[in-house]
């Protein structure tokens, strides 16, 4: 990592306060001088940023240790919420985010399909319709005898249902609620990224193997619960990943977008496409950070930060880009979720579980090890 992105965000005029509701998420950052993680389990567990940022106790903290530094309080949400939005412009606190009504757009799973369509972005077959009989009959015709239904919100795979009858959606999903149908590709595999929108361009790291619903860690088929760099898909694939970020970052661009985002690829027949964006930080950048430090890189999420409290900073955007093609970058993270989607239980390691994304089956004396 080089000293220069690091020295202008430690000469900032902000001490940083990064909302933690998910212990998952914590961040060491040794590194940063004023960057400080607010858990939720220090302020009466609150349950969401949100609530965490209106706690008086948690207001009292960051006003508290932003002036015995002599700085400015700057908030870095997981996720954007109209509530931390609100809070930061009525206290005069720097929010380091996108609007969350920027964000709640992107990442609708039914207006998501239809951006990636305007804009010629490769994406699955897809009908948004109301939830009824005729409508999945319809779509079963259409897209094949299994289907994937998805309704607008959802976290942890809780908005993603799989069926090829219709009445196994009776108890899940409520009758006329407006959902995406799209084809279940058995065959498929998943693939994820981190990147970064910043001034001079976008910054992406190269495609991760996902893993998803894999039994012993989660009852949600649809629930991620790991992810490994590199990904050991073949060339054509990651070159496809690289191409599709790109283009994505070019509607981000006109969006007025910056800093952190993800997004999440299935890759079938050799061919891929983008599933979804995370249009703020994602799972997996506390531990991708991580990587990226061994790997003496400047990491995204210091970039992140960057593109909201500083003006103007010098980085050279071409050597940045080369992580993509960086083989030191390496690493493995394996999660167990609960019945309610948390994640209980992690293990992570440098050493490669799996060498190719169509066959990510994971050891169990390697699930054993997840504490």
Not at 66 to 82: D, G, R, V
Not at 206 to 212: G, I, L, R, S
Not at 218 to 224: A, D, Q, V
């Amino acid at each position: 990592m080089t000293s220069n992105l690091l020295s202008a965000l430690n000469q900032s005029p902000y001490y940083y306060f990064f909302l933690v509701v998910d212990d998952s998420l914590r961040i060491s950052l040794p590194q940063l001088k004023y960057f400080t993680p607010v858990n939720s389990n220090q302020f009466d567990n609150e349950l969401n940023s949100g609530k965490l940022l209106s706690n008086p106790k948690v207001r009292d903290f960051i006003e508290t240790t932003s002036k015995k530094h002599h700085k400015l309080p700057a908030i870095i949400p997981f996720k954007p919420s109209a509530k931390i939005d609100f809070i930061c412009k009525n206290r005069n606190w720097l929010k380091v985010s996108n609007d969350s009504s920027l964000n709640r757009v992107i990442e609708d799973k039914l207006k998501f399909p239809l951006i990636c369509k305007n804009h010629d972005i490769p994406i699955l077959p897809f009908i948004i319709d109301k939830l009824n009989r005729l409508s999945f009959e319809k779509a079963k015709n259409l897209l094949g005898p299994e289907l994937i239904i998805q309704t607008h919100f959802g976290w942890a795979g809780k908005s993603t249902f799989q069926a090829d009858c219709f009445d196994h959606l009776k108890k899940t999903i409520p009758p006329d609620t407006v959902v995406k149908f799209s084809p279940h590709l058995k065959e498929s595999y998943t693939l994820l990224n981190n990147c970064c929108q910043t001034n001079k361009g976008l910054i992406q790291s190269p495609p991760a193997v996902q893993f998803t619903g894999i039994r012993s860690l989660t009852t949600n088929p649809f629930s991620t619960v790991g992810r490994q760099w590199p990904s050991f898909a073949p060339p054509d694939i990651i070159d496809q990943t690289f191409k599709i970020t790109q283009k994505f970052s070019d509607y981000l661009e006109k969006k007025h977008y910056k800093g952190f985002f993800g997004l999440d690829f299935i890759v079938d027949q050799n061919k891929v496409y983008l599933l979804e964006c995370n249009p703020r930080l994602t799972a997996s950048f506390a531990f991708y950070t991580q990587i990226e430090l061994k790997a003496n890189l400047n990491p995204l999420f210091l970039f992140h930060l960057a593109e909201f409290s500083l003006k103007n900073y010098l980085f050279d955007i071409t050597t940045e880009q080369t992580r993509f093609k960086n083989p030191k970058i390496i690493g493995t993270q394996l999660t167990r979720r609960s019945e309610s989607g948390k994640i209980d239980g992690k293990y992570e390691t440098n050493n490669f579980i799996v060498t190719s994304p169509k066959n990510s089956t994971i050891k169990n004396e390697i699930i054993s090890k997840i504490n």
